[in-house]
């Protein structure tokens, strides 16, 4: 089994800045892609980034140039940097990782339990 555990959400006024973290522990060989996908209320789950293993990165349009996805393999940890921050960005974020448990095993998704984002003055 694999555990996705979220850190870093909160409340923020407009224009300010947060950084999320999850961690991934349990029976990992390797990690593939590692992401974040958000939900506000009401909507669907939406893809916000998402990191290769050898860190390459997509965004959703409405975050470009806003968010910055990162990760540490070393740490099977991945980041999400969230500047100039907008209610728009309110939401619960879910991180994911595409997670291989032994050699010749294709990678299955695990998802941490999320973690709320506020943006409101």
């Known amino acids: 089994q694999v555990q996705l555990v979220e850190s870093g959400g909160g409340s923020v006024q407009p224009g300010g800045s947060l950084r999320l973290s999850c961690a991934a522990s349990g029976n990992i060989f390797s990690i593939w892609a590692m992401g974040w996908y958000r939900q506000a209320p009401g909507k669907q789950r939406e893809l916000v980034a998402t990191?290769?293993?050898?860190?390459?990165?997509n965004y959703a349009d409405s975050v470009e140039a806003r968010f910055t996805i990162s990760r540490d393999n070393a740490k099977n940890t991945v980041y999400l940097q969230m500047n100039r921050l907008k209610p728009e960005d309110t939401a619960v974020y879910y991180c994911y990782a595409d997670v291989s448990e032994g050699r010749g095993l294709m990678p299955y998704d695990y998802w941490g339990q999320g973690t709320q984002v506020t943006v409101s003055s």
């Open positions: 990191v290769t293993s050898t860190s390459g990165t």
